[in-house]
């Protein structure tokens, strides 16, 4: 896969991931009837959209070290909630593992020549 692939598959994780954050705190299945203030980590995931859609190299960086935190919830709801809180935080947890895994794919396959070529010899 080239690194063409791993930007348009973490570009559709990222934005299904915000929108999974915002539809599961505003209206599925919010902490608080009627909402919570919870949406504001699907909002958060809106920072790097752009560099993601970009292709920036530095975006996909900083994004793979803040995605563990979704990773984190995700797997911490998964196995402590019930019912359709667990659903939508096992599916929150595939997402972010998709986008984790594809970050570092990516920064891999754009990694400069040089550097590269430093690695191979070593």
Not at 23 to 33: C, D, H, M, Q, V
């Amino acid at each position: 896969m080239t690194a063409r692939h791993y930007q348009f598959i973490s570009s559709f994780c990222l934005i299904a991931l915000i929108f999974l954050c915002i539809a599961w705190e505003g209206w599925l299945s919010p902490l608080r009837p009627g909402g919570s203030w919870m949406t504001l980590k699907g909002l958060l995931l809106l920072l790097p959209l752009f560099g993601i859609l970009r292709g920036r190299r530095y975006t996909y960086k900083w994004l793979s070290l803040f995605i563990q935190f979704y990773l984190l919830e995700g797997l911490t709801r998964a196995t402590s909630d019930s019912g359709l809180n667990q659903w939508l935080a096992i599916g929150e947890t595939i997402l972010a593992t998709v986008l984790f895994t594809t970050c570092v794919l990516y920064i891999r396959a754009t990694r400069p020549a040089a550097i590269e070529k430093a690695a191979q010899q070593s």
